[in-house]
């Protein structure tokens, strides 16, 4: 088994000190919302994604949302592709067409390999189409 410094609590700080903004666009756009999804966030905190690959968008109002953690209320926004690949960390600045929507919480891997689920923990819980998203809206990923 590896040694996960994450599971095992070596960081006791954010160790991402500088990194790009992840970019990229909305391709699908849902409306749908779950009281008990139960989706179980991983422990790292960061994930790579790269360029063309297609993850889905999440989001939950549950202040408690972290790593590690697992998250039961959320509304569905979308699906993006990713335009400049990097690295995404929990705290990272989430935007859609400009708007702030909140904060990158963390990451549930149910339907991986096929993609990853990226929730988002937000103020008012909202679908795509409440937020009013359209197809090709530019999202971004900005940390630090």
């Keep these: 088994m590896a040694n996960d410094p994450y599971a095992s609590g070596k960081f006791h700080k954010n160790p991402y000190a500088k990194k790009t903004d992840?970019?990229?666009?909305l391709v699908v756009?849902?409306?749908?919302?779950?009281?008990?999804?139960?989706?179980?966030l991983i422990k790292p905190i960061s994930r790579?994604?790269?360029?063309?690959?297609?993850h889905e968008l999440i989001l939950t109002d549950e202040t408690?949302?972290?790593?590690g953690g697992e998250v039961n209320r959320i509304a569905y926004l979308g699906f993006c592709t990713i335009g400049e690949g990097g690295v995404i960390v929990s705290g990272d600045d989430f935007y859609v067409d400009g708007k702030l929507i909140g904060?990158?919480?963390?990451?549930?891997?149910?339907?991986?390999?096929n993609h990853l689920n990226i929730v988002i923990k937000t103020d008012k819980l909202?679908?795509?189409?409440?937020?009013?998203?359209?197809?090709?809206?530019?999202?971004?990923?900005?940390?630090m």
């Design 22 to 25: 992840v970019t990229g666009s």
């Design 64 to 67: 408690g949302a972290k790593p």
């Design 103 to 113: 904060q990158l919480a963390g990451f549930d891997e149910t339907h991986m390999p």
């Design 48 to 54: 790579c994604v790269c360029k063309h690959e297609v």
């Design 29 to 40: 756009v849902l409306d749908g919302i779950m009281e008990d999804r139960g989706l179980s």
């Design 126 to 143: 909202r679908t795509g189409i409440e937020l009013e998203a359209a197809l090709g809206n530019k999202i971004v990923f900005k940390g």
